[in-house]
C-alpha cells in the first residue's frame, strides 16, 4: 500500500525532488524504513507515457519554468530562457539522460592540490576521496545495472560508435568503448534488454535505461515508507528560533500553498533550484538564504565544458540508430597541463534527431552552409565533448526579483562566463574530435557550440572548512545540522565524467549517514 502521511506529521524526512539524488534516497530511506514525504514539482510519467519525437517530449518533460541568463556563454544569446535542459517530473533527469556512468578519476577528487591554484578559479579539494567512495560506487553500479562492470557485457556497437571506433584507434587513442552505461544489455537483468531505438533522450520506453521514475520511486513506494507528491513545487524551507528546519510551504497541484512540517529536510531539486529554494528561505535570522553563512550558495556553478563535432562522410551512417550514447573515448581525460590547460575530457557518442540537428547544428543560423549540412544528415556521425570546468565565483545563481515565475516567487537567473581553461580544452577537444572523423575520411566536420546545459553542478558545494561551501562531506550543511544537500549541486568539482553515478553513490551513502544518526537521536 503507497503511505499517505499527515502534512503535520513532523517525524518525516522531506526530500526535495526525485531525480538521481532526491530518487535513490527516497528509496534508500524507506527502505531502512524511515518515512519519507518527496515533492516532486512535475507530473509523473511511465515508459508507456514517453514519447518518440524529440519536440512533443521536449514539451512533456522538459522544465519550462521562467529563467533568465547573464554571462558570455553562448546559451545566453542563443538560449536565453532555457539555460538547462533538464526534466520536470518523477525521476528528474534520469529521464532523459543518455545512462553514461563513469567513476570519478582518484586525482579528480582532489582538484586543488592536483592542479595548483588556477588564475580565476576557485578549486577545492572533496573533503572525501576515491578510497572512501568506492564501496558506494559498487552499490550504485549494481543498483543502475552498469555495463562493463560486476561482469555484465556491453553494449553493441552502433553505426555511430564503430565511426567513432575506427577514427579514435588510426589516432592512436586505446581507451575506446562502448562504455559503462546504465542500460540493460543482457536478457536475463532486472529490466528489459535495450532494444536500440534510439530515443535515449525522450525516456526508454523498453524500461532498459536505469531511471528513479520506474525503480527507484515505485520500489520505495512498495515498503509503505514513502509517499511521493506529484505537481508539489516547494516555495520555501521553514525553520524555528533555534534554526532548525521544521517543514516546507509547497504550491500543490490546484496552486494552493500547503506546509509540510518535516524533522530533516533535503534538497534534491537541482543544481539551479536547489540553491534558488535555499535563497528564497532568506528569514530574518538567515537574511542572506538558508546554510549561507559562507555567501557560497548559488556561487561556482559548474555545467561541463561541452560542444559537438558531426563528422560528414560519402556514404549512409545513420547514426540515430542504436544507443544515443553508446560510445566512448577516454584517453584525453588524464590531467596533462602540457596540452595547455589543467583537467581533461570524454569524448562520447552522440546522435540528435533532425528537429534537434535544426536547432543546435548552428542556433539562429540560416543559408547554404546550414542546409547542406542538414541535407546530409544520413551519412552524419557525431561525438560529444564532456571536460571538467573550472568553478568560478562568479559563475552563480541568482534570483531575480524582477521575473517572478507562475508561482510569484522570484526566479532564478543563471550566469556563466567560461574561464580560459574552458576554452583551451574546448578547442583542444574540437580539433582533435574533428581528427578523429578526418582520419576515416570524412568530407565536412562541424564543431557545434554548446547546448542548453544538462550537467549543472555545485551552487551549494561540499567542503571541509564551512567558509568554503555550503555542506560537509555527508551533505549536510554547514549551518543547520537538520538540512542536507542530495543533488549535482553538492560537487565541489566537477571531474570529467558524466555526473549521476556519483549522484547516486552519494545518495546511497548519505542515506545510510541520515538513518544511522537518525537512530542514535543526533537527528
Same mark, same amino acid.
Given at each position: 500500500? *503507497?503511505?499517505?502521511?499527515? +502534512?503535520t506529521d513532523n517525524s518525516v524526512v522531506v526530500i526535495i525532488g526525485t531525480g538521481a539524488g532526491g530518487g535513490t534516497l527516497a528509496n534508500e530511506l524507506a527502505q531502512k524504513g524511515v518515512k519519507v514525504v518527496a515533492l516532486e514539482a512535475g507530473g509523473r510519467y511511465l515508459p508507456q507515457d514517453y514519447v518518440n519525437d524529440e519536440w512533443e517530449s521536449f514539451g512533456q518533460l522538459a522544465w519550462l519554468d521562467k529563467r533568465t541568463t547573464s554571462g558570455d556563454w553562448r546559451v545566453a544569446r542563443d538560449f536565453s530562457g532555457l539555460p538547462s535542459w533538464i526534466v520536470k517530473a518523477v525521476g528528474g533527469s534520469t529521464t532523459h539522460w543518455a545512462g553514461a556512468s563513469l567513476r570519478f578519476q582518484d586525482h579528480e577528487w582532489k582538484a586543488l592540490t592536483t592542479y595548483g591554484r588556477v588564475d580565476g578559479a576557485n578549486l577545492l579539494d572533496w573533503p572525501i576521496d576515491g578510497a572512501e567512495m568506492a564501496p558506494?560506487?559498487?552499490?550504485?553500479?549494481?543498483?543502475?545495472?552498469?555495463? +562493463?562492470?560486476?561482469?555484465?557485457p556491453g553494449l553493441p556497437g552502433n553505426n555511430n560508435y564503430k565511426v567513432l571506433e575506427k577514427g579514435a584507434l588510426e589516432l592512436g587513442y586505446k581507451e575506446v568503448s562502448t562504455g559503462r552505461?546504465?542500460?540493460?544489455?543482457? @536478457?536475463?537483468?532486472?529490466?528489459?534488454?535495450?532494444? $536500440?531505438?534510439?530515443f535515449c533522450f525522450q525516456g526508454c520506453k523498453w524500461g532498459a535505461k536505469w531511471s528513479t521514475a520506474y525503480t527507484e520511486i515505485p520500489e520505495g513506494e512498495a515498503t509503505g515508507n514513502l509517499e511521493v507528491r506529484e505537481r508539489a513545487?516547494? %516555495?520555501? =524551507? !521553514?525553520?524555528?528560533?533555534?534554526?532548525?528546519?521544521?517543514?516546507?510551504?509547497y504550491f500543490d497541484a490546484d496552486g494552493n500553498e500547503q506546509t509540510q512540517l518535516a524533522r530533516i529536510v533535503c534538497v534534491a531539486g537541482n543544481t539551479i533550484e536547489s540553491p534558488r529554494l535555499l535563497l528564497n528561505s532568506a528569514t530574518e535570522m538567515f537574511p542572506d538564504g538558508l %546554510?549561507?553563512?559562507?555567501? $557560497?550558495?548559488?556561487? &561556482?556553478?559548474?555545467?561541463? *565544458?561541452?560542444?559537438?563535432?558531426?563528422? *560528414?562522410?560519402?556514404?549512409?551512417?545513420?547514426?540515430?540508430?542504436?544507443? /544515443?550514447?553508446?560510445?566512448? *573515448? $577516454? @584517453?584525453?581525460?588524464?590531467?596533462?597541463?602540457?596540452?595547455?590547460?589543467?583537467?581533461?575530457?570524454? !569524448?562520447? /557518442? +552522440?546522435?540528435?534527431?533532425?528537429?534537434?540537428? #535544426? #536547432?543546435? !547544428?548552428?542556433?539562429?543560423?540560416?543559408?547554404?552552409?546550414?542546409?547542406?549540412? !542538414?541535407?546530409?544528415?544520413?551519412?552524419?556521425?557525431?561525438?560529444?565533448?564532456?571536460?571538467?570546468?573550472?568553478? $568560478?565565483? /562568479?559563475?552563480? =545563481? /541568482?534570483? &531575480?526579483?524582477?521575473?517572478?515565475?507562475?508561482?510569484?516567487?522570484?526566479?532564478? &537567473?543563471?550566469?556563466?562566463?567560461?574561464?580560459?581553461?574552458?576554452? #583551451?580544452?574546448?578547442?583542444?577537444?574540437?580539433?582533435?574530435g574533428m581528427d578523429i572523423y578526418k582520419a576515416v575520411g570524412a568530407t565536412r566536420v562541424f564543431p557545434t557550440p554548446p547546448y542548453p546545459s544538462t550537467h549543472n553542478l555545485g551552487t551549494n558545494r561540499m567542503s571541509e572548512n564551512p567558509r568554503d561551501g555550503v555542506v560537509n562531506k555527508w551533505g549536510q550543511t554547514h549551518d543547520i545540522p537538520n538540512l542536507f544537500v542530495s543533488d549535482g549541486s553538492q560537487f565541489t568539482t566537477g571531474a570529467a565524467e558524466n555526473p549521476t553515478l556519483t549522484i547516486v553513490a552519494l545518495a546511497i551513502r548519505q542515506a545510510d549517514h541520515i538513518a544511522s544518526e537518525m537512530a542514535a537521536g543526533n537527528l
Open positions: 500500500m *503507497v503511505a499517505k502521511f499527515e +502534512l558506494w560506487y559498487d552499490l550504485a553500479e549494481e543498483k543502475m545495472g552498469v555495463t +562493463l562492470t560486476g561482469g555484465r552505461m546504465a542500460i540493460q544489455s543482457t @536478457d536475463d537483468g532486472p529490466r528489459m534488454a535495450c532494444q $536500440q531505438t534510439g513545487h516547494v %516555495a520555501r =524551507i !521553514l525553520h524555528d528560533d533555534d534554526g532548525k528546519v521544521t517543514g516546507v510551504v %546554510a549561507n553563512s559562507s555567501g $557560497q550558495v548559488g556561487r &561556482n556553478y559548474m555545467r561541463h *565544458v561541452t560542444g559537438s563535432v558531426y563528422g *560528414v562522410f560519402d556514404k549512409p551512417v545513420k547514426m540515430w540508430r542504436g544507443t /544515443t550514447m553508446a560510445g566512448i *573515448v $577516454q @584517453d584525453e581525460a588524464r590531467h596533462d597541463p602540457s596540452r595547455g590547460f589543467v583537467a581533461g575530457y570524454e !569524448l562520447e /557518442t +552522440l546522435a540528435l534527431g533532425l528537429p534537434f540537428m #535544426a #536547432a543546435f !547544428l548552428d542556433p539562429g543560423g540560416w543559408g547554404r552552409e546550414f542546409t547542406t549540412a !542538414l541535407d546530409s544528415y544520413e551519412n552524419m556521425a557525431g561525438m560529444w565533448i564532456v571536460g571538467e570546468d573550472m568553478p $568560478q565565483e /562568479t559563475n552563480r =545563481i /541568482t534570483v &531575480n526579483r524582477d521575473q517572478p515565475d507562475q508561482f510569484g516567487l522570484p526566479s532564478p &537567473n543563471v550566469h556563466f562566463s567560461d574561464h580560459p581553461n574552458d576554452i #583551451a580544452m574546448r578547442n583542444h577537444a574540437y580539433k582533435q
